[in-house]
C-alpha cells in the first residue's frame, strides 16, 4: 500500500518505522526539513517539505495515488483540514489524530461528512489504560480482547507465587484449564515459551484469560489485590484531565500537581472534585507534605520521560505500592525496569498500534483479516485477534496435527463466547475468534493463513 504521513513528530516517525517494516510505501510530509533529513537517513520514505494541508504539497507527495493519508501533526485543525485536502485529491482513507475533548461531539456527528475513516485521541486512550490498571493495581499491563471477551494481562512472579520455579508443564491443572502464559520477559530477553519453559521468581510474565476469570487468576497466583482508593499525579495535561475524570466518577481521590498556574485554573475548572496543587511536583519536600508515603497509587505524566522515571523511582522508594510511568522512549522503559518501573504506558505506541491494525486489516481485507493488535512486552511480541471464515485453512482439524509455525502461540479460541485455552485435540471452525501471538519483526502475521508453514 501507498501510505501518505503529514507530521514527523513522534506519533508520525513511529508509524513510518513501523509501516515501512511492514514493506508499505511510505511517504513523509513536514515543515521541518531538518527532521526529515533525518527520517529519510533512517527509515526508507520519500519525503516532502511543507505544509500538509496544502493542496499543492499534497500534490508534490502524490496523495491522490496513496491508499491512505495520516495527519499526526500537532494540531487537530490542521489534520482534519489534511485529511479533507486528502478526500478531495481522491485518496480514499484518511485517519487524524484529534486531542481536543471540545471536538468529540462533532466527530460523533461529522465523521463521515469530513471523509474520516478514522480518529485516535492518544492522550484519552493512554488515559483509559491507566485507568484500567488501577482497577487490577497488582498488573503491570492489562489490554482487552472486547470481540474474544479475554483479557491479557502482565504480573511479576514473587518468591513465594505458586508458579515459581515450575515448568509450564508442570502448572496446576486449573490454572492451564483458565489461563495461558504467552510471553515471559527475564531480565530484557524475551521468550515465547514451550512447555518445558521453568518459570522463575522475578520473570515477568504476559497472561491470556477470559475477563471473567480476572478475579480467580488474582487468588491462584497467591496476589494481594489492594483497592486503589487515592491517587497522585504529577503533571497536568490532557492525559490528566481524562484521567482524572475517570477516577472520580469511581468515587477515587485525586491529587494533581502542576506548575503552571494557567493550567492549575483550568484543571480547577474541569475537575471541581480534585484537588488542584500549584507546585513542583519534583520537589520531594512538596510531596512529603501532601502525604505520598500515604497515598495508594502515583501516575506520573509530565512532558518529559526522564522526569516521569525519576519520580516513579522516588514514589517506590517512599513505599508507593502503585506507580504507573509515562515514559514514550522505549528504550527507557527497558532500561530501568529492572529498577522498578514496571507499569509503563506510551500514548505514542498506543496511538502507533492502533493505526498499524487499521493499516493491516485495510491490506488483508475480507476473511481471517487483523480484528485487534496490541504490541507486549515492551513492542517485541504481537498479539492479534482474527475472526475464522471459509478462506482460512485447516477448518475442522485437530491443532495438533497443523503445519502451525515454531514461533507462533495460539493464545486462545472464543466460540459463541465460551473461551478456550486451545490444546491439541482443538480446531478451528468458521466463526471462532482467535488471538495468536507471535514475534513483532519484520514479517508479521498479517492475516490468520500466515501462521501456517503452507
Given amino acids: 500500500m501507498k501510505i501518505a504521513i503529514v507530521g514527523d513528530g513522534k506519533v508520525g516517525y513511529t508509524l513510518a518505522e513501523q509501516l515501512t517494516k511492514e514493506k508499505h510505501d511510505v511517504v513523509i510530509i513536514d515543515n521541518d526539513a531538518s527532521v526529515l533529513e533525518k527520517s529519510q537517513e533512517l527509515l526508507d520514505v520519500m519525503v516532502v517539505v511543507g505544509n500538509g494541508a496544502s493542496m499543492h504539497i499534497q500534490r508534490m507527495a502524490e496523495v491522490s495515488k496513496c491508499d491512505l493519508l495520516i495527519a499526526a501533526t500537532s494540531y487537530d485543525e490542521v489534520n482534519l483540514l489534511c485529511c479533507i485536502t486528502a478526500r478531495k485529491l481522491g485518496c480514499p482513507h484518511t485517519i487524524a489524530r484529534i486531542r481536543n475533548p471540545e471536538y468529540d461531539e462533532q466527530l460523533i456527528e461529522l465523521q463521515e461528512d469530513l471523509g474520516l475513516s478514522m480518529t485516535i485521541n492518544p492522550e484519552r486512550a493512554a488515559a483509559q489504560e491507566i485507568s484500567r490498571l488501577l482497577q487490577f493495581p497488582s498488573f503491570l ?49 524475551i521468550t515465547i515459551p514451550s512447555g518445558s519453559f521453568v518459570l522463575l521468581p522475578n520473570d515477568k510474565i504476559t497472561i491470556v484469560a477470559p475477563a471473567k476469570d480476572l478475579v480467580k487468576l488474582i487468588k491462584m497466583l497467591n496476589i494481594v489485590q489492594q483497592k486503589i482508593h487515592s491517587v497522585i499525579i504529577i503533571g497536568g495535561g490532557r492525559i490528566t484531565t481524562y484521567l482524572a475524570r475517570e477516577l472520580l466518577a469511581g468515587h477515587i481521590s485525586v491529587k494533581i500537581f502542576e506548575e503552571r ?25 512538596l510531596l512529603i507534605e501532601e502525604g505520598i508515603e500515604s497515598v495508594d497509587a502515583v501516575v506520573t505524566l509530565t512532558g518529559m520521560d526522564e522526569e516521569n522515571i525519576i519520580l516513579s523511582l522516588y514514589a517506590k522508594h517512599m513505599g508507593v505500592k502503585t506507580v504507573i510511568t509515562k515514559v514514550n522512549q522505549a528504550t527507557y522503559a527497558r532500561l530501568f525496569s529492572s529498577r522498578g518501573i514496571d507499569s509503563v504506558i506510551s500514548p505514542k505506541q498506543t496511538t502507533a498500534n492502533s493505526i498499524v491494525r487499521y493499516v493491516r486489516a485495510m491490506a488483508n481485507a475480507g476473511e481471517g483479516s487483523v480484528q485487534t493488535l496490541y504490541r507486549i512486552v515492551g513492542g517485541r511480541v504481537e498479539a492479534s485477534e482474527f475472526i475464522i471464515g471459509d478462506a482460512c485453512k485447516h477448518l475442522n482439524q485437530p491443532l495438533s496435527k497443523l503445519p502451525i509455525k515454531s514461533d507462533i502461540l495460539l493464545a486462545s479460541i472464543n466460540r459463541s463466547g465460551k473461551v478456550i485455552i486451545p490444546k491439541g485435540g482443538d480446531c478451528f471452525l468458521k466463526g471462532d475468534s482467535v488471538i495468536v501471538v507471535s514475534a513483532a519483526d519484520e514479517n508479521p502475521i498479517l492475516n490468520f493463513n500466515d501462521i501456517f508453514r503452507d
Avoid: W
Fill in 141 to 189: 499491563k492489562r489490554d482487552s480482547f472486547f470481540t474474544s471477551n479475554v483479557e491479557m494481562v502482565e504480573v511479576k512472579i514473587s518468591e513465594n507465587s505458586p508458579l515459581a520455579n515450575l515448568s509450564l508443564n508442570q502448572l496446576p491443572p486449573l490454572f492451564k484449564s483458565t489461563a495461558l502464559i504467552c510471553a515471559v520477559d527475564r531480565d530484557g530477553e
Fill in 261 to 285: 498556574l494557567d493550567r492549575c485554573e483550568i484543571l480547577s475548572e474541569a475537575l471541581p472534585d480534585a484537588l488542584i496543587i500549584h507546585g513542583d511536583g519534583s520537589s520531594q519536600d
